[in-house]
């Protein structure tokens, strides 16, 4: 049974509202996590706490349990030319580093005539996530 400390292998589908599939390991390597670490969504981790091997979950969480809310505060604008020409278009998806060497994932959001708006919150903020996670392996 999952428990505090319980390393935990599950195999799992993350949809959106929409039906959209945002990951699966569905037919590939588990997922293994040390339950309590904060390895994985909290949410998810408390949804999955005393499950056991075979069990099947569906959860729901809400944008404030998984990515958090879009924070309106979370978007800069750059040079048009900080941006590579080929990657100059609303919704894709970029790894920018800041000064100190630190990368995350940003998102364009606005294209204008010479400089760009970049969306900094987390590529999933806003969205319902839903999790069905098969319980693989509990140790």
Known sequence: MIAEGSTVSIEFTLTLDDGSTVDSNV???PLIFEQGRGEILPALEEALLGLQVDDVRRVTLPPERGFGSV???AFDVV???AVPESARQ???QLVAEDQGGSRRPVRIHEVRAQEIVIDLNHPLAGQTLHFEVRILAVQ
Do not use: A, I, K, S
Request: glycine residues 16%.
């Open 27 to 29: 037919g590939e390597d």
């Open 71 to 73: 924070d309106p505060e």
């Open 79 to 81: 040079p048009l030319d």
């Open 90 to 92: 609303v919704g894709m």
